[in-house]
């Protein structure tokens, strides 16, 4: 059954690094999104991507953050420069077709680690 | 401002026990209703989610959740959990009149079943 993946599963980083999280979508997915979830809060929505354009982003995606598909399989979150608020689990999420109750399919996250 | 409330956040029960996960949501227009699980270890995955029809929704593994639009709510329901069902789980609306179908997350009731 295909799955979204995402690599690293584990990245720590320094304080003022720039950091890229990878994700590879299912591949017949259209919408693409990144997630969040710092630890022991919630899920957040960081910004939607689709026909190679943000379609929604939301408060937290500030200047610091970018999304790039730089092929036509990978979907990537830049951070540019990191600070400790950005320690969190980052999802990488994708979903098919135009239909709004299609399912948005999960990957595994990245725990991103700024110290 | 929209937003999801989980109204456990922990849960401990005895195999064969019954389960009921509270969900609220504030948001006065339509909206498609998730219940995601996320197992030790694993990806969020998608346990059932209501659009529209019956308001008793039934998912996977014997899972089911009922929504009640004058309660802006929509729980989720087992008869008789098994240890297997350890597990997080989470609520998530996609507010229909939003841009690309952001998920709205609740915070997640972390389930423990007892054998």
């Known amino acids: 059954e295909p799955e979204v993946t995402q690599t690293p599963s584990h990245q720590v980083t320094q304080m003022g690094q720039e950091v890229i999280l990878r994700c590879v979508p299912i591949s017949n997915h259209l919408y693409f999104y990144w997630y969040r979830q710092i630890l022991g809060q919630k899920v957040e929505f960081l910004v939607s991507?689709?026909?190679?354009?943000?379609?929604?982003k939301s408060e937290i995606f500030d200047d610091q953050f970018s999304v790039e598909r730089p092929d036509g399989s990978n979907f990537t979150l830049k951070i540019r420069s990191t600070k400790l608020e950005d320690s969190a689990m980052y999802f990488c999420?994708?979903?098919?077709?135009?239909?709004?109750?299609?399912?948005?399919?999960f990957g595994p996250g990245t725990r991103l680690t700024v110290l | 401002a929209q937003s999801v409330s989980q109204h456990n956040h922990h849960v401990i029960l005895s195999e064969a026990a019954s389960l009921e996960l509270g969900c609220n949501y504030s948001?006065?227009?339509?909206?498609?209703l998730f219940w995601y699980v996320q197992y030790p270890g694993q990806h969020l995955q998608l346990l059932l989610k209501?659009?529209?029809?019956?308001?008793l929704v039934k998912g996977i593994k014997g899972f089911e959740a009922e929504f009640i639009k004058s309660k802006f709510s929509f729980n989720l329901r087992k008869p008789s959990v098994q240890w297997s069902d350890t597990a997080e789980y989470f609520c998530?609306?996609?507010?229909?009149?939003?841009?690309?179908?952001?998920?709205?997350f609740g915070a997640g009731t972390r389930l423990a079943v007892h054998p």
């Open positions: 999420a994708s979903r098919t077709g135009d239909r709004v109750l299609d399912e948005q399919f």
């Open positions: 948001y006065g227009g339509t909206v498609n």
């Open positions: 998530a609306v996609i507010p229909l009149s939003g841009g690309y179908n952001k998920l709205i």
């Open positions: 209501y659009f529209s029809g019956d308001p």
């Open positions: 991507f689709y026909n190679n354009e943000i379609s929604e």
